[in-house]
């Protein structure tokens, strides 16, 4: 269950990276309340699953996630554009996570 936490956790830091970015500084309203509550079940979650994972796996995956679905949402909104190297090094992170689970 905690890996399960751990991974929606992940996902709920790219929601909140990717609404504090639309939120232009804290002056659009809906983004920044999305930020917020976010931001806060992102790091409950974060803190619920480092009870039963190791701090350092925990917050590697939970960074890992993030990071990867925020560039994608982002390259899907067409505001980055996707190389081939940035797309290649996207994957290795993503192999990272997967191999941090397996061994953990």
């Given at each position: 269950m905690t890996?399960v936490?751990l991974?929606?956790?992940?996902?709920?830091?790219s929601?909140?990276?990717?609404a504090?970015?639309?939120?232009e500084?804290f002056?659009?309203?809906?983004?920044?309340?999305?930020?917020?509550?976010?931001l806060v079940l992102?790091m409950?979650?974060l803190?619920?699953?480092m009870?039963?994972?190791s701090?350092g796996?925990?917050?590697?995956v939970?960074?890992?996630?993030g990071a990867v679905?925020t560039?994608?949402?982002?390259?899907?909104?067409?505001?980055?554009?996707?190389?081939?190297?940035?797309?290649?090094l996207l994957?290795?992170?993503?192999?990272?996570v997967?191999g941090?689970?397996?061994?953990?």
């Amino acid at each position: 269950m905690t890996w399960v936490v751990l991974i929606a956790s992940g996902v709920l830091e790219s929601v909140w990276a990717t609404a504090l970015g639309a939120s232009e500084n804290f002056k659009r309203p809906k983004p920044t309340v999305l930020f917020a509550v976010s931001l806060v079940l992102s790091m409950a979650g974060l803190a619920y699953a480092m009870t039963d994972i190791s701090v350092g796996t925990a917050y590697a995956v939970w960074v890992g996630i993030g990071a990867v679905l925020t560039v994608i949402v982002a390259v899907v909104r067409k505001k980055e554009v996707l190389s081939l190297g940035r797309a290649a090094l996207l994957v290795v992170l993503i192999g990272c996570v997967i191999g941090l689970k397996v061994v953990s």
